[in-house]
């Protein structure tokens, strides 16, 4: 199996490893197959920009590289850009992934719109979207 330098700096380098406490939107996703879990804490100020996110993967390398890139692919961004974060943009980001670790990527755009919903929930608005991945290259 090869992986693209990208992947490999980011699983030898995750960026933004760790926890926010007190965050305004928390997402936890697993995998049943693999059993992976991702869990993502974001930091959303007033205006729905998102300041700050890390990330906790118990996940295979390229679950690590693919969250550590979906965080920086959303710092800075409002939470309706984050939301249309798709893993084929990830995986796009990361120059590619092998097909069998195409599922990776996929749990980190679900752990984004996990922790969205999260945040959603907490502020009292509506969840107006699907948390599963709008993407069909999905394989189980
Ligand atoms: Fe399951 Fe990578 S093998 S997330």
Same mark, same amino acid.
């Given at each position: ?5 990208? =992947?490999?700096?980011?699983? &030898?380098?995750?960026?933004? !490893?760790?926890? $926010?406490?007190?965050?305004?939107? =928390? ?9 992976? $879990? ?5 930091? $959303? ?5 998102? +300041?700050?996110?890390?990330f906790k ?6 679950? #690590? &590289? +693919? /969250?550590s ?9 409002? =939470?309706?850009?984050?939301l249309?974060?798709?893993? /084929?943009? =990830? ?6 992934l092998?097909?069998?670790? #195409? ?8 752990? !984004?719109k ?8 907490? #502020?009292g608005?509506?969840?107006d ?6 993407d ?5």
């Amino acid at each position: 199996m090869q992986y693209s330098d990208k =992947v490999m700096d980011h699983f &030898a380098n995750p960026r933004n !490893v760790g926890e $926010i406490e007190d965050a305004q939107g =928390v997402g936890v996703v697993g995998n049943a197959k693999c059993g992976d $879990i991702m869990k993502m804490y974001l930091e $959303i100020d007033e205006n729905d920009v998102i +300041t700050d996110c890390k990330f906790k993967t118990f996940g295979c390398g390229a679950a #690590i &590289a +693919t /969250s550590s890139m979906a965080t920086e692919l959303i710092k800075g961004r409002t =939470v309706k850009e984050a939301l249309a974060l798709t893993n /084929s943009a =990830v995986v796009e980001a990361l120059d590619g992934l092998p097909p069998v670790k #195409i599922h990776c990527s996929v749990l980190a755009e679900e752990a !984004v719109k996990a922790a969205i919903a999260d945040y959603y929930k907490k #502020i009292g608005r509506e969840v107006d979207f699907s948390l599963e991945s709008a993407d069909e290259r999905y394989e189980h």
